[in-house]
């Protein structure tokens, strides 16, 4: 399984960026699908996640700024951003609980990451 963000740039603070996060698998189910990010020097925090259900979580400083979506017809994770700060500068991690066509269980897999760097 392999997940592939994108979508992560420079921008200016107040506007919107989009990141996209997509799996090169064939998914037998998904438990969950989640945004992380992470700053030098300290661990990664949870942005945002959705479960198979629908359900979905956003930390603190997302909430009222940021949407998670999931089209799982193209195994796509997506995350709106919008009045972006400053503080939002970071690498953006996608995260997945899969279970693969072929898998007999769930597992985590992780993206590379994708740099987004808000300037004021």
């Known amino acids: 399984v392999q997940l592939v963000e994108s979508g992560g740039t420079l921008v200016q603070a107040g506007g919107p960026l989009r990141l996209s996060c997509v799996a090169s698998?064939?998914?037998?189910?998904?438990?969950?699908m989640t945004w992380y990010r992470q700053t030098p020097g300290k661990p990664r925090q949870l942005v945002a996640s959705?479960?198979?259900?629908?359900?979905?979580t956003y930390s603190d400083s997302a909430k009222g700024r940021f949407t998670i979506s999931r089209d799982s017809a193209k195994n796509i994770l997506s995350l709106q951003m919008n009045n972006l700060k400053t503080d939002d500068t970071a690498i953006y991690y996608c995260n997945a609980d899969i279970m693969a066509v072929g898998d007999t269980g769930f597992k985590y897999y992780w993206g590379q990451g994708t740099q987004v760097t808000v300037s004021s």
């Open positions: 698998v064939d998914i037998f189910s998904v438990s969950s």
């Open positions: 959705i479960s198979s259900a629908g359900a979905i």
